[in-house]
T-cell receptor, first 112, second 114 residues
Framework: GNSVTQMEGPVTLSEEAFLTINCTYT??????LFWYVQYPGEGLQLLLK?????DKGSNKGFEATYRKETTSFHLEKGSVQVSDSAVYFC???????????FGGGTRLMVKP | NAGVMQNPRHLVRRRGQEARLRCSPM?????VYWYRQLPEEGLKFMVY????????ESGMPKERFSAEFPKEGPSILRIQQVVRGDSAAYFC????????????FGNGTRLTVT
């Protein structure tokens, strides 16, 4: 079946540091891959996505590249801000009804 | 254009009571997912509904849990005879039904069973 594995948090960084959150997946076929962000007390918001191998999703300075050969979709940002503090979820869909399989989430804490 | 609306935001129930969680999808969305998030964990799929139809309920416990999405009105997730282990955040997400159209999440209902 489908599964998503993320690095465990919390990840604590200083402002303007470089961010990487690792995500690997197991899936049949050719899933689409997503990163969602959850701010405290809120629901999930789509951050970025990629629908096929070698696609790069990007938004708000965040990037992730769909690597089929390593089954990975690592999230990166060159310079984090305090406002980026949130929980980040990697997810894939099964290309049949948009059902998402989520990783366990990684909490990011950015200190001034 | 209102987003996905869930209510209540917080719900406290004693063991053995019933919990009803409501989800109004975005306008134009006819498909709804329910997910459960246990503390410090990711989201787990529960059920996938289309109006008047349950498409996939493989993630929902067979007992005490039920879900519906009537032709009119919100989708309802119902938990009967709640237990402490039901304490979690329950999220609803809706989309148009077209494959690859984005999911929109509500802010969740946080259920606490005392």
């Amino acid at each position: 079946g489908n599964s998503v594995t993320q690095m465990e948090g919390p990840v604590t960084l200083s402002e303007e540091a470089f961010l990487t959150i690792n995500c690997t997946y197991t899936a049949t076929g050719y899933p689409s891959l997503f990163w969602y962000v959850q701010y405290p007390g809120e629901g999930l918001q789509l951050l970025l996505k990629a629908t096929k191998a070698d696609d790069k999703g990007s938004n708000k300075g965040f990037e992730a590249t769909y690597r089929k050969e390593t089954t990975s979709f690592h999230l990166e940002k060159g310079s984090v801000q305090v406002s980026d503090s949130a929980v980040y979820f990697c997810a894939l869909d099964n290309n049949a009804g948009n059902m998402l399989t989520f990783g366990g989430g990684t909490r990011l804490m950015v200190k001034p | 254009n209102a987003g996905v609306m869930q209510n209540p935001r917080h719900l406290v129930r004693r063991r053995g009571q019933e919990a009803r969680l409501r989800c109004s999808p975005m306008k134009g969305h006819s498909h709804v997912y329910w997910y459960r998030q246990l503390p410090e964990e990711g989201l787990k799929f529960m059920v996938y509904l289309q109006k008047e139809n349950i498409i996939d309920e493989s993630g929902m416990p067979k007992e005490r849990f039920s879900a519906e999405f009537p032709k009119e009105g919100p989708s309802i997730l119902r938990i009967q005879q709640v237990v402490r282990g039901d304490s979690a955040a329950y999220f609803c997400a809706s989309f148009t039904g077209t494959r690859s159209s984005p999911l929109h999440f509500g802010n969740g209902t946080r259920l606490t069973v005392t």
